[in-house]
């Protein structure tokens, strides 16, 4: 395979995991070629414009073809039986002609991943590129605080899995609802804490609020959140301003923001970075 070129990837598994996330299992000979250990980091799939059904070839797509790329965290990766794990977040309702419409006249239409995610069966076709950058907090500090909501609870799900016997400290994770609770691998030292907000889509401040809420444990502090943009700008400004954590300790990232595509949302967050430096 070309490295211009993305993996030509085959759906073998696709099964919901609690109510609003579904797990997809793609898996193909290109796999090969995909690294170990990087879990946590970002892979970009790539669906159909706009009223299509079907993918370009990996060619197409290398010349140009129209496509629409979105970005998830690699779960989990066999490189024995080359299969690559996606968790997905399911938004609004699902029809039956491949669509999902909003649930509430407040909340946007729901975009062609999750519709995919929804309704793609074992032999589906998926293009992707990556993996990139795999960004964990720094274990090694006196306490971990991990905060997300639930575009963020794949990558959270991998740190707490990969962190030594004798962490300590929280995951506040956003969820749309109680079923979204998973039974996560995690030391005893991490309290996870599970907040509900049904209307994500919504201005609102619950998961900033949770974290604020917490008690402030004592020694030196490593962070790392991702959500929803507002929120985001939220909890940046109460962990170096009202707490004063350092930039070395601190990753805070905005995986989506309200009312924009994914590629205006690139744009609003260089934007936002360049303010705040």
């Known amino acids: ?5 993305p993996y030509r990837l085959t759906v073998s598994q696709s099964q919901s995991i609690t109510k609003n996330m579904r797990r997809v299992t793609l898996t193909g000979d290109d796999l090969n070629e995909f690294p170990e250990g990087c879990e946590g980091g970002y892979v970009k799939l790539l669906f159909p414009p706009h009223g299509e059904t079907k993918l370009p070839s990996a060619e197409a797509v290398d010349a140009g073809a129209p496509v629409i790329m979105r970005t998830y965290t690699v779960r989990k990766f066999n490189k024995a039986d080359l299969t690559l ?11 039956e002609d491949y669509s999902l419409t909003s649930s509430s006249s407040t909340t946007s ?32 500090a006196d306490w971990l605080l991990f905060a997300g909501d639930m575009t963020a609870l794949p990558a959270i799900s991998c740190q707490l899995e990969q962190l030594p016997d004798n962490a300590r400290g929280y995951a506040v994770i956003e969820i749309n609802a109680d079923e979204d609770q998973q039974d996560l691998k995690r030391p005893e ?10 209307r994500p889509d919504s201005d609102n401040t619950v998961l900033s609020d949770a974290v604020k809420a917490l008690p402030w444990l004592s020694g030196q502090v490593a962070i790392w959140a991702a959500c929803e943009f507002s929120n985001m700008r939220l909890l940046r400004s109460y962990f170096k301003k009202e707490k004063q954590v350092g930039r070395d300790q601190l990753y805070v990232s905005s995986y989506w923001k309200m009312g924009q595509t994914e590629d205006k949302h690139k744009v609003t967050k ?3 970075a360049m303010t705040e430096n």
């Not at 589906?124 to 274990?139: E, N």
């Open 1 to 5: 395979m070309s490295s211009d070129l």
């Open 85 to 95: 794990d996606i968790d997905l977040v399911l938004h609004g309702e699902v029809s």
């Open 109 to 140: 239409k729901s975009g062609p991943a999750s519709s995919w995610a929804a309704h793609t069966q074992p032999g589906d076709h998926m293009l992707m590129y990556g993996p990139g950058k795999v960004k964990f907090a720094q274990a090694d």
């Open 189 to 198: 030292g991490i309290e996870v804490i599970w907040v509900v907000n049904s």
């Open 270 to 272: 260089k934007q936002d």
